[in-house]
């Protein structure tokens, strides 16, 4: 009951009318930055962050304005999935095995119709799951002393890099050195300077909006460039049809939903894996269930259903941990984070205690973007089908531009766009590399907190090291962590997705 | 042989990581840990990773050819160039070169991308500075 009070205050939060306006606009871009190829939600949410940040909008709207556009993102990914056969973004990949099938059948409006039905149900209770689930592990997180979150934090990058990545090593590189970029500056629990060589620029440490803004970005824009003459703009005509599904169909898909919404759930919650093997493991499983004629990849509506409940349901679990542990659980909350720590605000249990106004208005947010997503995708999907016919050309050079506006807005200083170029070349060496840049961001995230927590540790021990151990909560998350790290090596090659081998994008877009 | 570098560029950056962190001086008010000791182990696990990565190497990465590389470092140099002179020619002026430069290279005709740098350049400036008030570059035209 007393959840359904905070709620309702949340709710009184949300309808204002400036929040109502944000959550609009921002289910509008989202969907847009879903839909466009080359734009996903991390790198959408990334290039929107400094102009947020320099617009000076204050935590709550800011919050509801980036996660509409997180969610929209989700809504957006399968409208180029289905009509194009191009996932709009890495998570909607799925969703081209049987939408463009469904759409070279003719079917393109029931499609996109039962599919954005899944993504409202996925949404819908992953939404209501965020708010049963969170304030559970607020509860737990405040049993945590500074030992708890340093084997968290642990926990964070060894899930990372054992889960969603191909190959721990490299995984294991990022995260360093993302950690690495974030200890650059004056130490703040001693004044001294650290890896500045003098420079000047270098003693405030490297912004963590730059740093992403490039990464994300920049390097998007890099990829684009390599691959031009490949990239052609889609010409063929897009004959959409009916977009209301027929009940029957609905019926026939109804079981799908649910389901992939409960897995999409746990694996949005699971740290270290995000949307994109949320609706993996959907998909694959209800196929594993229900494909008895062997109709999955030929344009059964319940493998179109599946992936996107199960997309959208992790995109609201992926924000349990973010929000209740302050520990992101995929790429485009690891960004959110970013945002908040910009808006110094420190996630985690503190938040739901301190500032429930800002918890409780976005969850209420995410309620009324939910519909009114469903209403944009729905009725008004061919508006949206339009924007797709926006070219690259124009497209990319706009986006590099206002990345580049976004980081001058923060700081106004040209130190900042050449460090934002620097990362933007990085991002791009690794992604050709195959190193993910998830645990690098996380990495230059956490990394501040990360050392403050090991050594307020130590100064209550007096340098006993042995009492990062001391705990039971503090040797289940280590054990957690390890397992994590090592499980996939050796059980990998069994349930790892095969999501980032089969489509040529680099590494494109952590969900 | 991409990941064999990687990897010893790697251990060559974690060398160069550590030895700087031997170089933090301690200050008179420290608490037990100091600055140095978590700098120690990012760098000992960068270097164990980069040993990892140049021992098992992953398939070899499809690279561009040197046109395509040629390619991304001029779109390099010219935001860095851009960079440079925002604040002498101001947003409107550098923001239409820039973004004309892109939009040709990523298959415009030259005419267009011309035209598509300066739309892209005014509707930036329109929506960001005239509507929403951000602040951006201004040369010395004032825009």
């Known amino acids: 009951m007393e959840i359904l009070q905070s709620l309702a205050d949340g709710f009184a939060i949300a309808f204002t009318f400036e929040n109502l306006l944000l959550a609009f606009l921002g289910c509008f871009l989202g969907t847009i930055i879903g839909a466009l190829p080359g734009l996903g939600p991390s790198n959408g949410v990334a290039i929107l962050i400094p102009l947020a940040f320099s617009l000076g909008l204050q935590p709550t709207p800011a919050l509801i304005l980036l996660t509409s556009v997180y969610y929209g993102a989700m809504y957006g990914g399968r409208i180029s999935s289905i009509l194009l056969n191009i996932p709009g973004d890495e998570p909607a990949l799925m969703t081209t095995l049987d939408g463009y099938p469904m759409a070279r059948a003719g079917k393109a409006g029931e499609a996109l119709a039962i599919s954005g039905i899944a993504s409202f149900v996925g949404a819908f209770f992953a939404t209501w799951g965020l708010v049963l689930l969170a304030p559970q592990l607020v509860k737990v997180a405040l049993l945590f002393g500074p030992a708890e979150y340093f084997a968290l934090f642990a926990l964070a990058f060894a899930t990372l890099g054992g889960v969603a990545s191909r190959n721990q090593a490299k995984a294991a590189m990022a995260a360093a050195l993302g950690l690495g970029i974030a200890t650059i500056g004056v130490d703040g629990q001693t004044g001294v300077p650290r890896f500045t060589f003098g420079e000047v620029h270098l003693y405030d440490g490297i912004d963590f909006l730059v740093a992403i803004v490039g990464l994300f970005a920049l390097s998007e824009v890099f990829i684009f460039l390599e691959h031009r003459a490949s990239g052609s703009s889609p010409t063929q005509k897009m004959k959409i049809g009916r977009i209301t599904p027929p009940l029957s169909m609905l019926r026939k898909t109804a079981p799908a939903m649910a389901r992939s919404t409960v897995i999409g759930f746990i694996a949005g919650v699971l740290p270290g894996a995000g949307a994109s093997l949320g609706s993996f493991v959907s998909y694959s499983f209800e196929k594993r269930l229900s494909d008895k004629k062997g109709t999955f990849g030929k344009g059964d509506p319940r493998g179109v259903a599946a992936p996107e409940a199960g997309n959208n349901a992790a995109a609201g679990g992926a924000l349990v941990p973010m929000l209740a542990l302050g520990v992101p659980g995929s790429g485009t909350t690891a960004v959110l984070l970013a945002m908040l720590l910009a808006l110094n605000i420190t996630p985690g249990p503190l938040l739901f205690q301190q500032k429930p106004d800002v918890v409780w208005g976005l969850i209420a947010a995410l309620f009324i973007g939910n519909v009114m997503l469903l209403a944009m995708n729905l009725p008004l999907v061919s508006l949206f089908v339009r924007v797709l016919l926006v070219p690259t050309r124009y497209l990319m050079p706009a986006v590099a531009m206002i990345s580049f506006v976004g980081i001058y807005g923060i700081s106004g200083s040209t130190f900042d766009l050449m460090v934002m170029i620097v990362f933007g070349v990085l991002g791009w060496v690794l992604r050709k590399l195959d190193v993910p840049l998830v645990p690098v961001i996380l990495g230059v995230l956490l990394g501040d907190q990360m050392e403050k927590n090991l050594r307020r540790t130590m100064t209550i021990h007096d340098g006993d090291w042995a009492m990062l151990f001391d705990s039971w909560l503090a040797i289940g998350l280590w054990a957690f962590a390890i397992v994590g790290f090592i499980l996939p090596l050796i059980a990998g090659r069994y349930f790892r997705p095969k999501i980032a081998d089969s489509d040529k994008i680099e590494g494109a877009d952590p969900d | ?143």
């Not at chain 2, 060398?15 to 200050?27: H, K, N, V």
């Not at chain 2, 991304?72 to 851009?82: E, N, S």
Request: proline share 6%; no cysteine.
């Open chain 2, 1 to 143: 042989m991409s990941d064999r570098i990687l990897g010893f560029a790697a251990m060559a950056l974690a060398t160069l990581y550590l030895w700087r962190a031997t170089l933090i001086e301690p200050s008179f008010m420290s608490d037990p840990l100091g600055p140095k000791a978590f700098p120690f182990i990012i760098g000992a696990v960068l270097a164990v990773a980069g040993i990892a990565v140049a021992l098992r190497p992953d398939e070899e990465p499809v690279w561009p050819n040197a046109a395509k590389l040629l390619e991304i470092a001029m779109a390099v140099a010219v935001m860095v160039a851009y960079a440079w002179v925002l604040r002498d020619l101001g947003f409107v002026m550098s923001t239409s070169f820039a973004a004309a430069y892109l939009s040709w290279r990523l298959g415009s005709h030259p005419i267009a991308a011309v035209i598509a740098g300066i739309a892209i350049a005014v509707g930036i400036f329109v929506i960001f500075k005239l509507i929403l008030g951000l602040s951006l570059a201004t040369g010395p035209w004032g825009f």
